[in-house]
């Protein structure tokens, strides 16, 4: 699907790791659709946030353009930027962007759970009209990616490098709230403290808001750190054992 | 072309005036192009700058996907929105967007010079890369706009309503530069005053970077301000009679 001949490798450059972050780290993003007639394609804005293998959720209502769009046909892709979600100085075009080319599909019931949890998790205050009648997920597939880093830092990802395989964590991952919740309630600061060691230091109300086998994600109410592990998770204990490593490196005194 | 339901019209929303604001701040914005095959939808990050009329112009390398998009399908939508122009706090969704649908195609001759001269005024840090032999001026013809303000604030907003008529103006439009640098001339402080008024107060290094019959436009390396004339302006006299009337009113003592 990407054909690009834009990209330019350095040694110095990983694509990768930037593009998980911004996958991870997002919160609002540009949609382009397809509209009626003939497919005439359509920008408009979206929050977003992410399933623990990386896909994407959406919350849309029935009453938006995009949403009739994607009804009728669920090809869509997404801008996630670093300024939108964070600004930053200087010009934009030297900042990094991840665009994602998938389909966006309602809902099935057996996923809605989840994609309800996750995504309220990292937007609180959307549970005002989450439900409202009008109002419906939509699970993302992920078909291709391309990041530009900046001028002349320029990369296509493949779907299976920028998603996270979850298949052997599925039992861990279906207890995310209740294992964030233990772990707060006998670490309350973790997830503040975190934040500190992560670029978060002048900011409060911190919470972490979801893992999955790479890495945490904590939050606040207008913003995303990722804090991948240093080894993949798929049990509670390793969950912990990598959680509490990441504390012991942010408490250490420096 | 755009079919929308949305729109629910409100006695004290006024959406072409913030649609005419957004259409004339934006540096930056989303484009939504057509990726082959069979247009898929691909979404990237551009910068913007408007011709006279509000139509606009960008600036785009043959290397990058959305270029080659464009020249095989001109469709295209562009998402223009405060907060990548101007970072703000809280739900972005909350703050208002601008989604253009139009056709981008390649400067003709005829008003290439036009498009560099207003893009440059407004990206002047474009001018190291703009005459690299890959880097395009794209004219953007505006058939369709929808303003979402906010939360239930939402509008189609005709091409006719947007766009500035400027067909009595090409006399003055055509002298942009050098009376901008007249009044400069006379008046070294107008635009830092004027920047200072319509809140750009904390910021240094503002300039006139352009006009058209309905306003002036302000800008520094970061930032565009518009600012409204009382009055369309036609002549160079009602220019200067509409500047200094704003002039007057930024300076009279609080």
């Given at each position: 699907m990407l054909t690009d001949k834009e990209s330019t490798p350095e040694s110095t450059f990983d694509p990768v790791p930037e593009a998980k972050r911004l996958l991870r780290c997002s919160r609002v993003a540009t949609l382009a659709t397809l509209a009626e007639p003939e497919g005439f394609p359509f920008a408009s804005l979206v929050n977003v946030a992410t399933a623990p293998d990386g896909s994407l959720i959406l919350l849309l209502s029935r009453l938006a353009g995009h949403t009739r769009h994607l009804d009728a046909d669920p090809r869509m892709s997404l801008l996630l930027y670093s300024a939108i979600n964070r600004p930053s100085k200087g010009d934009p075009l030297a900042h990094s962007r991840l665009t994602i080319l998938g389909k966006a599909k309602r809902a099935t019931d057996a996923i809605e759970e989840m994609l309800r949890t996750r995504f309220l998790a990292r937007h609180p205050k959307s549970s005002i009209y989450a439900d409202f009648v009008d109002f419906g997920f939509f699970h993302v597939t992920i078909e291709a990616a391309h990041l530009n880093?900046?001028?002349?830092r320029a990369a296509n990802i493949s779907a299976e490098k920028l998603l996270t395989p979850v298949g052997d964590a599925d039992d861990l991952t279906a207890e995310e709230p209740d294992l964030l919740a233990k772990i707060t309630e006998k670490e309350p600061d973790f997830a503040h403290d975190l934040a500190q060691a992560n670029g978060g230091a002048s900011e409060k109300a911190w919470r972490a808001v979801g893992f999955d086998p790479e890495g945490l994600d904590i939050g606040n109410e207008e913003r995303l750190i990722r804090i991948p592990f240093a080894d993949r998770v798929t049990t509670e204990k390793e969950l912990r054992t990598q959680i509490a490593a990441l504390l012991a490196k942010a408490r250490k005194p420096s």
């Amino acid at each position: 699907m990407l054909t690009d001949k834009e990209s330019t490798p350095e040694s110095t450059f990983d694509p990768v790791p930037e593009a998980k972050r911004l996958l991870r780290c997002s919160r609002v993003a540009t949609l382009a659709t397809l509209a009626e007639p003939e497919g005439f394609p359509f920008a408009s804005l979206v929050n977003v946030a992410t399933a623990p293998d990386g896909s994407l959720i959406l919350l849309l209502s029935r009453l938006a353009g995009h949403t009739r769009h994607l009804d009728a046909d669920p090809r869509m892709s997404l801008l996630l930027y670093s300024a939108i979600n964070r600004p930053s100085k200087g010009d934009p075009l030297a900042h990094s962007r991840l665009t994602i080319l998938g389909k966006a599909k309602r809902a099935t019931d057996a996923i809605e759970e989840m994609l309800r949890t996750r995504f309220l998790a990292r937007h609180p205050k959307s549970s005002i009209y989450a439900d409202f009648v009008d109002f419906g997920f939509f699970h993302v597939t992920i078909e291709a990616a391309h990041l530009n880093g900046g001028f002349g830092r320029a990369a296509n990802i493949s779907a299976e490098k920028l998603l996270t395989p979850v298949g052997d964590a599925d039992d861990l991952t279906a207890e995310e709230p209740d294992l964030l919740a233990k772990i707060t309630e006998k670490e309350p600061d973790f997830a503040h403290d975190l934040a500190q060691a992560n670029g978060g230091a002048s900011e409060k109300a911190w919470r972490a808001v979801g893992f999955d086998p790479e890495g945490l994600d904590i939050g606040n109410e207008e913003r995303l750190i990722r804090i991948p592990f240093a080894d993949r998770v798929t049990t509670e204990k390793e969950l912990r054992t990598q959680i509490a490593a990441l504390l012991a490196k942010a408490r250490k005194p420096s």
